[in-house]
């Protein structure tokens, strides 16, 4: 009896791997195009001045799908994903206002600064800070975790995952 008890077998041990959105947003090549607003954006027009000197005139909405999450100025940065219609004509699926999502940001139990290049610094000591930031065709990569950004305005900013929505504040 106590011999079948060493035999028995214990299973293997798991291997944690990454979470599925990170993986998509990892083995996905990025389609946001980056540039600044140049001075013809309108109510539904972001004009967009890339790296490379090249103007896109993307069609925007106002409200849901295709809105500037940030809003838009004239010399913002911006993360634009998007594509041409059936005329031919440049419309915005996703765009997101870098100038505006720069800052700190709070919530109860987050503290953060979102800087250029990249960096975050978590101001709350926890488990697994925050350290890197990115967008990807339109999402945005806080370290290991993908985000949709639901909304984003000069003083709050709401991220949603699988998970649910995530609100902070921005601290001034």
């Given at each position: 009896m106590g011999l079948a008890g060493c035999n028995e077998k214990k299973p293997a041990p798991q291997l944690i791997s990454p979470t599925v959105d990170s993986v998509l947003i990892e083995s996905t090549p990025d389609s946001t195009v980056y540039g600044v607003c140049g001075e013809g954006c309108a109510m539904h027009t972001l004009e967009l001045i890339t790296a490379e000197g090249d103007t896109?005139?993307?069609?925007?909405?106002i409200e849901g799908s295709g809105?500037?999450?940030g809003g838009m100025m004239v010399g913002d940065r911006m993360a634009v994903v998007g594509h041409k219609d059936a005329d031919g004509a440049w419309r915005a699926d996703e765009a997101i206002n870098l100038t505006t999502l720069l800052g700190k940001w709070t919530s109860i139990d987050k503290s953060f600064e979102i800087q250029e290049g990249g960096v975050v610094v978590s101001t709350v000591t926890e488990p697994k800070p925050l350290t890197e930031w990115k967008i990807c065709n339109g999402q945005l990569v806080l370290?290991?975790?993908?985000?949709?950004?639901?909304e984003l305005g000069g003083d709050s900013l709401y991220l949603e995952n699988s998970k649910g929505i995530y609100t902070f504040k921005r601290l001034k």
């Open positions: 896109i005139n993307y069609s925007v909405n809105m500037v999450k370290s290991a975790d993908t985000f949709s950004v639901y």
